[in-house]
């Protein structure tokens, strides 16, 4: 993907009709000089600024190369790359009542966002991404916008919301009327299926779960999408959803810079599962964590009302385990938790059976919480294999939780001739469905502004999320390019760990080794099995 973008300029006095982002190259500002950015292949030269601190000039070349004190703008494309006699008009926000008190109203052009911020005194600066916000020069007139908004993939928490403050968001900050609501996913755009939205119409969708737009998987025909794009007069396009409908979105942007189309496209990232790389957490994932609690709590009562009573809790998490980790550290009430990125064993000193005998023994009962991606191998040794993908192209998994289930049942009863009452629950389908609190209504309202700001300063073929809890425009292929998963080198796997007395598993070694494996067979079974909906 050619995400090649010139960088604004630091000049902040009146601007001519004419756009500042007119060339391949232009000047950041009087330290960094001429950036050409092609995503992330490109080469880091120092310079030395001012203040004769080294800085960089990024050099498009086949491979990124880092040096020592090197800044890296990490930029994303703008609507000036191809559109370049573009005109540029002040920003509304400049007449907003609610905006007067702000200090600073817009971001400046300089400001970026850190993907690091723990660094060792001699480290590189390293990465950093453009902050998102309004800026002083906008390349729409309000009255000529013609914006829509689709959601893709599964459902999540916070869905409304999002649809919700995008379009209060157009129509309060700049004074947009015409909003479409694409209904039943990518599909939607050659199916002719719309809905026109106003602040009215969507007032109180937030209270609401699941997306009054309808969505579903797969449907991605790039061509089809963007004439009917071109049709209809549409020039903002917002996307809400996961890694693949990002990819979707990427796609879309290509083809609209190939056809020279004044369209902006802005992806709002979903997944509950907090899986999304680069970004610090998805919305829907503090409400997820939050309702899994009310399922381990009745896991929780259940087992402890019985005697030798074992509790299972089936929990989202198809390659990351962020949900079960998370809610198991919440609750306090979990005494092991399985996760996709950790091995596990049944049988043997240090294996699972021999650990559920010990608790019974010592407390009577125990709560397990299991992420739905752990522990395919065995399942798949014991049942017939399926192979069948959704249509998004994800591989339909096996039911960790209920051959779990049987299993300890087995060895229980018949091996080692014990009572035991077994409570399996798998709330996965109320947990998505529900409306997101009053944390995530406060990110989502963030993220859509932070789409709406961007669309409206020209940035294109970008997604938007908090970097260390800045919110930044970040180029789609960096969202969409790995996923992120539980580190258990990492303290907050050991925190849990010191939660539940679990073992393990793994020594130190095989931890690494582990590590190491499965993230190169996530990467290989995300590139084979994870065509989603592009």
Excluded at 82 to 98: E, I, M, V
Excluded at 254 to 281: F, H, M, S, W
Excluded at 309 to 317: N, R, Y
Excluded at 332 to 361: A, H, M, N, T, W
Aim: hydrophobic share 35%.
């Amino acid at each position: 993907m050619d995400h090649s973008i010139s960088s604004r300029s630091l000049s902040r006095s009146p601007s001519p009709s004419i756009s500042p982002f007119n060339s391949k190259r232009m000047i950041l500002n009087p330290v960094f000089h001429k950036f050409n950015f092609d995503s992330r292949n490109f080469e880091i030269k120092p310079l030395v600024s001012r203040q004769n601190r080294p800085v960089v000039v990024a050099v498009r070349s086949s491979n990124q190369k880092v040096h020592n004190d090197g800044f890296v703008l990490e930029d994303v494309p703008h609507l000036t790359n191809f559109l370049p006699d573009l005109p540029s008009y002040p920003n509304p926000l400049k007449k907003s009542q609610a905006y007067a008190v702000v200090k600073q109203t817009f971001v400046s052009p300089e400001d970026a966002v850190a993907q690091n911020i723990v660094i060792q005194k001699d480290s590189p600066r390293g990465v950093h991404f453009r902050r998102a916000g309004p800026r002083e020069k906008v390349y729409f007139k309000s009255d000529e916008v013609r914006a829509c908004i689709v959601t893709c993939g599964g459902l999540c928490p916070g869905i409304n919301t999002v649809i919700r403050e995008i379009v209060c968001g157009l129509s309060y900050m700049y004074g947009v009327d015409e909003i479409l609501g694409i209904e039943g996913g990518y599909r939607g755009f050659y199916s002719k299926n719309t809905l026109t939205l106003s602040p009215k119409v969507v007032n109180d969708i937030h209270k609401r779960g699941g997306t009054i737009l309808r969505t579903s998987r797969g449907g991605h025909d790039t061509n089809k999408i963007v004439d009917n794009i071109e049709d209809r007069g549409i020039n903002q396009v917002y996307i809400i959803g996961g890694d693949g409908t990002q990819k979707g979105a990427a796609l879309i942007y290509k083809e609209v810079e190939k056809r020279g189309l004044q369209v902006a496209v802005a992806g709002i990232p979903k997944t509950i599962d907090n899986d999304i790389a680069v970004i610090d957490k998805s919305f829907g994932f503090d409400t997820a964590v939050e309702e899994a609690q009310r399922a381990i709590n009745a896991a929780h009562v259940e087992v402890e009302s019985v005697e030798n009573g074992v509790g299972i809790v089936k929990l989202m998490g198809r390659y990351s385990g962020f949900i079960s980790m998370y809610a198991t550290l919440a609750s306090r009430d979990v005494d092991c938790c399985l996760i996709p990125e950790s091995p596990f064993y049944l049988e043997g000193p240090g294996g699972l059976f021999e650990f559920i005998e010990r608790q019974l023994k010592e407390n009577g009962h125990m709560v397990i919480v299991v992420a739905e991606g752990a522990g395919q191998e065995f399942v798949a040794q014991s049942m017939p294999a399926v192979d069948e993908k959704d249509a998004s192209g994800n591989r339909l998994l096996l039911d960790i939780g209920l051959w779990l289930t049987q299993k300890i049942k087995d060895r229980f009863t018949k091996v080692q001739k014990m009572t035991i009452n077994m409570k399996y629950i798998d709330p996965t389908y109320m947990i998505r469905a529900i409306p997101s609190n009053g944390s995530d209504n406060i990110y989502c309202t963030l993220l859509a502004h932070s789409a709406v700001h961007g669309a409206m300063a020209g940035f294109t073929g970008f997604t938007v999320g908090p970097v260390n809890s800045r919110h930044a425009y970040i180029p789609i292929a960096r969202v969409t390019e790995t996923q992120k998963t539980v580190k258990l080198t990492d303290r907050m796997w050991a925190r849990l760990l010191a939660s539940t007395n679990q073992p393990s598993f793994l020594n130190c070694s095989e931890v690494l080794h582990h590590q190491e494996k499965a993230g190169r067979k996530t990467t290989e079974v995300i590139n084979s099995e994870r065509t989603t909906s592009t």
